[in-house]
């Protein structure tokens, strides 16, 4: 039931509510008879449970009173609860957890909702679904407790809380559709996979689904152009997967997916796809000595926490168009122009290996997370953090005394007030010499010990500072008050790389990737992926001893160094030192 009191359909997919003690009775009951059967037979590698879990919060009736017993195992009594929730305002104070609903859609109340009640809805639809994925798992694992057990994530997926499922799984597993048409599909894909590989320590992960073509996402949905598979699929294993594979094998011919890509299209083994997919398992087949190689970890770490995400699109903000995805893209994507290997990592993590952290717009931060943030510049660690930062504890309360209350002191700015642009408003943005843009959000900054990195040029603020840096204990911390224009984040971003003395990645041809992969034995490769339609010469310089592209017919380089990457061209360079090419 939706949160309107709409009962989903029959007709579709996924129509079951993960709360129902009906539903969990029967999964158990086919995955035990599943497990019996083959358990021991000889093609079972690896379990895969359910399938695409998306956490759908439902508002029936064994939902609420799931919810209900959720929130008293997270709560122990009512009243902390009425604190957590701050139900003194607007009337809402609880005697009982049995009064406790769930939140209603915002057509069925009178004014906004409960945003500590919202919050922990999406907590608690989280966890429902991974309870029943534990289920399942636990049945598995009691058939045949020597194989890996796994369930495809969807990427930066909103609703559910990969870190959690992460760990409850032996293997990472990813379902990937970038449109075939996406310009900037390799960004988004690439940003999946460094997540993906995080995720378990930079552990190899695998592609378990991806489209050989074209999927169904768009209005119009184009075939994938010739060639293009090859980089787009091996752009994964660089980035620490252990495997390609596809949704589907054969293309069907009936049901809602019959227009999907498959490895057999309808026109069967004479197609274009059939071939190209041929070719592609010929070249994964000349990579296996990567499979199971760890990757260094990266001198760069981006902050991804999921609650915080959650509590920041939630509603009755100073702006209420904040989407997380899209800041998280405009501060990862420099960064990846520019080759420069990122891992994802939480608050908590532990982040003194790394040079720079990156945290973009982290709303919600708990005192654990935050004093570990800040300890982490205080020993020499390099920030950028954006705006919209330290506001809320963990119940979605505001830390008072000051915005941001839990990064004032890190960051030596107080911000007097939030002044958000209006939609399609820009502000004059002046750094480094450098003329820019400002969008949608701008701090009222007072400089409390730290200094003004970029000030903005025009409007109600003119004059006043838009990104401030602050020395603290042995470190750097540098903070955007406002969301600038591309070519201007481009610029900060990369002086905070050097400023944090990251060691400098590869420039390469617009369009080429470059990434590093270890081997299992050590050996350090290097992809070079071309996912453009021209022809491009990447120069490894000549001080190579006898490079060797693992995936050319005649696989020696020649004594120059000079590569030539055809039209969505890929090489697998072995043993290409840190600083070429
Ligand atoms: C998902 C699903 C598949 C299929 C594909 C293509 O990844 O897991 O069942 O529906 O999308 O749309």
Not at 192 to 212: I, Q
Not at 242 to 261: L, N, Y
Not at 285 to 304: H, I, K, N, Q, Y
């Amino acid at each position: 039931m939706d949160g309107e009191g709409r009962r989903i359909a029959f007709g579709s997919r996924c129509h079951y509510c993960q709360s129902s003690p009906v539903f969990r009775h029967y999964a158990a009951r086919i995955t035990e008879r599943l497990a019996e059967r083959y358990a021991g037979h000889p093609a079972l590698a690896m379990w895969h449970i359910g399938n695409e879990y998306i956490g759908f919060g439902c508002h029936c009736d064994a939902s609420v009173t799931h919810f209900r017993r959720w929130l008293a195992d997270r709560y122990g009594t009512v009243e902390a609860l009425n604190d957590a929730w701050g139900t003194a305002f607007w009337g809402q104070r609880y005697d009982s957890f049995d009064h406790v609903g769930t939140p209603a859609a915002r057509s069925r109340t009178v004014s906004g909702p409960n945003p500590g009640q919202l919050l922990d809805f999406a907590r608690f639809s989280d966890a429902a679904a991974l309870e029943c994925y534990r289920a399942e798992r636990d049945i598995v694992r009691r058939h045949t407790p020597e194989l890996p057990v796994t369930t495809n994530f969807m990427g930066s997926f909103k609703h559910l809380d990969y870190w959690r499922w992460a760990a409850e799984e032996d293997v990472v597993t990813l379902d990937v559709y970038p449109g075939p048409q996406d310009q900037e599909g390799p960004l988004l894909a690439a940003c999946n996979f460094d997540l993906m590989r995080s995720l378990r320590g930079g552990k190899p992960w695998l592609v378990l689904e991806s489209a050989t073509g074209r999927n169904l996402t768009d209005v119009r949905n184009h075939a994938r152009p010739a060639g293009q598979l090859r980089p787009r699929s091996l752009q994964a294993v660089a980035r620490g997967a252990d495997s390609v594979m596809f949704f589907q094998w054969r293309a069907s011919r009936a049901g809602a997916e019959r227009f999907h890509s498959a490895m057999v299209p309808h026109g069967g083994t004479r197609t274009r796809t059939w071939r190209e997919v041929t070719t592609l398992g010929k070249d994964v087949a000349r990579l296996a000595e990567l499979s199971g190689g760890v990757r260094d970890r990266a001198d760069v770490a981006v902050v991804l926490d999921w609650e915080s995400w959650w509590a920041l699109e939630g509603p009755d903000h100073p702006a209420n168009d904040l989407r997380f995805t899209d800041r998280l893209l405009d501060h990862y994507r420099p960064l990846w122009d520019a080759n420069i290997a990122v891992d994802f990592v939480r608050p908590h993590s532990d982040l003194s290996a790394y040079r720079l952290l990156v945290v973009p717009n982290l709303y919600l931060v708990d005192d654990a997370g935050a004093d570990n943030i800040t300890e982490y510049v205080r020993a020499g660690g390099h920030l950028l953090m954006s705006y919209f930062s330290g506001i809320v504890d963990e119940h979605d309360r505001v830390r008072s005394g000051g915005h941001p209350g839990a990064f004032r002191d890190l960051l030596g700015i107080e911000i007097d007030e939030f002044a958000p642009l209006r939609p399609g408003e820009t502000c004059g943005l002046r750094h480094a010499g450098h003329t820019g843009t400002a969008v949608e959000w701008q701090d009222v900054i007072d400089l409390a010990g730290a200094e003004a990195l970029a000030a903005y040029t025009d409007g109600e603020l003119k004059g006043g500072p838009a990104v401030t840096r602050h020395r603290f204990g042995t470190g750097t911390a540098t903070y955007l008050g406002t969301s600038p224009d591309r070519e201007t984040l481009r610029r900060l971003v990369l002086d905070c790389v050097t400023g944090a003395g990251v060691t400098p990645a590869p420039a390469t041809p617009e369009g080429v990737e470059a990434v590093r992969r270890r081997a299992a034995d050590g050996t350090e490769h290097l992809f070079l992926l071309n996912h453009t339609t021209d022809e491009v010469t990447v120069d490894l310089g000549s001080g190579l001893s006898q490079p060797v592209d693992l995936l050319a017919d005649d696989p020696q380089i020649a004594a120059t160094g000079r590569l030539r990457l055809p039209p969505y061209g890929v090489a697998v360079v072995r043993d290409v030192p840190r600083n070429q090419p």
